[in-house]
């Protein structure tokens, strides 16, 4: 069979992988989107490098935009087949898919504005909210460690990647002629002891692994250091200097692990009686809908539940919906904190929230995740001095801090630790994608002197045979 790497090549968007069987089934890996390179994205996001209406079955690691933000975009263009994934990314891929489109039209409405003004022809959005709506009804879920097979050919088997809610290592079995090749997805791989989800499961031996790489040069504190820390630019910001404290969050996962550790410090009694609030529909939907799948609860978390039953709420916290209640946290002057997506900075509430206070030396901006270098938040983090938003050039006068032990992603230690449960001498080939090509590099050699063999860094479009 072959298999052709048709995204995340050397970068850490736009996850797709095309697998061609030899009896021309064709299954692809994801289906994400380019994020994070302004213009340029579009573009990106438009060439897709394979006809829609010949993929066949589309596998779904989980739901963040990356991974599965052009599903939409390739039903409109033809796609008619099957999406497998699990129930909670099924779950979470209706509303995000839907905000996605929702964000699409709304960027093209006011891009065409510019276009119109300067005499050009408009654009249409890469997808509609209804383009999302309407490519659901190709989604089937399938619980973890449930074997699904496709046409006799293909067996696929979900695994517990503990990223986020739902997020899988995909594990298939490709029948050629009398032999069977095995073949891994890891999808994002999860950091293990975390608060709220189940750490990342082993996946039976394969032949080959498509391997993430995301953090491939990086080690994280740990995660009982990143509450301690959350609560340093609490006290600092809130307490002491009577500021806001803004914490840029993506929407699904990072969200609900800062109310968490919110909620536990309230709990404990160490939380000053500040206002808290959470500022993204999308955050609220995705909150609700992790309450609904406590079976990817770790037993820590349960454990609290048993004290405390909802661990994503507490007093002084308020989940803000409207755009008029949005509005008016850029005009109060009391201290409080603001959660709110996107967590690069790139769109979203956030970003209203960021022009109206970076330039107020009591604001303090805390980034809890990966900022693509190219982003708003890559930029104000890594201190330019003036950053333009929405057009307009801001002087960064606020306090900048970042909690990295957050992340989603496993560090390399992590992820050297997750594909132990492999055997080095059965591992015919490793793939690396979904990272910058340094930290590939880096990863690559941290791999090989452990003793893995046959490590191979993808290129975008690269197609290379499976035997």
Request: hydrophobic fraction near 35%; include cysteine; aromatic fraction near 8%.
């Amino acid at each position: 069979m072959k298999l052709q790497f048709m995204g995340a090549a050397k970068e850490v968007t736009g996850s797709k992988h095309l697998i061609t069987t030899k009896k021309g089934l064709k299954i692809l890996l994801d289906c994400g989107m380019y994020q994070g390179k302004g213009l340029e994205t579009d573009a990106m996001n438009r060439d897709l490098g394979f006809n829609p209406a010949e993929i066949d079955y589309l596998i779904l690691s989980h739901a963040h935009i990356d991974h599965s933000g052009l599903i939409p975009y390739i039903h409109k263009l033809g796609f008619n087949g099957t999406v497998l994934c699990t129930p909670a990314t099924r779950d979470l891929c209706a509303i995000m898919l839907a905000d996605a489109g929702r964000i699409q039209e709304s960027d093209t409405h006011t891009f065409n504005k510019k276009r119109k003004a300067q005499g050009l022809e408009p654009v249409e959005p890469i997808y509609t909210e209804a383009d999302a709506q309407a490519c659901m009804q190709c989604f089937i879920s399938v619980p973890y460690h449930k074997k699904f097979n496709i046409e006799g050919e293909v067996t696929v088997e979900f695994f517990d990647a503990g990223h986020i809610l739902g997020s899988a290592c995909v594990y298939l079995e490709v029948k050629e002629g009398r032999r069977i090749i095995k073949l891994g997805f890891t999808g994002d791989i999860g950091r293990y002891d975390k608060k709220i989800l189940k750490d990342p499961e082993p996946f039976p031996q394969v032949d080959y692994l498509i391997m993430e790489s995301t953090y491939g040069d990086r080690l994280h504190t740990t995660l009982d250091t990143a509450e301690q820390e959350l609560l340093m630019a609490v006290l600092d910001t809130c307490t002491k200097k009577k500021g806001k404290l803004i914490i840029p969050s993506f929407a699904i996962g990072r969200a609900q692990e800062i109310i968490y550790a919110l909620d536990r410090l309230v709990h404990q009694r160490l939380l000053p009686d500040i206002d808290v609030f959470v500022d993204s529909p999308l955050s609220i939907s995705a909150t609700n809908i992790m309450k609904l799948h406590e079976e990817c609860f770790n037993d820590d978390i349960k454990e609290f539940m048993e004290k405390d039953k909802d661990p994503f709420g507490f007093e002084r916290l308020q989940y803000i919906q409207s755009v008029e209640a949005s509005k008016a946290l850029n005009v109060r002057n009391k201290t409080c904190i603001i959660i709110s997506a996107s967590g690069m900075m790139e769109a979203g509430r956030v970003k209203h929230h960021i022009a109206n206070n970076i330039e107020n030396p009591k604001t303090t901006i805390l980034c809890v995740g990966y900022c693509e270098p190219t982003t708003l938040g890559a930029k104000i983090m890594r201190g330019d001095k003036t950053v333009s938003i929405f057009g307009r050039p801001y002087t960064v006068r606020c306090d900048l801090r970042r909690i990295e032990s957050f992340s989603g992603h496993g560090d390399y230690n992590e992820m050297m630790r997750y594909i132990g449960c492999q055997s080095q001498s059965k591992l015919r080939r490793l793939f690396l994608v979904h990272g910058e090509a340094e930290t590939q590099q880096h990863f690559a050699d941290t791999l090989e002197e452990a003793g893995w063999k046959d490590v191979h860094i993808a290129d975008f479009r690269e197609e290379v045979e499976l035997k």
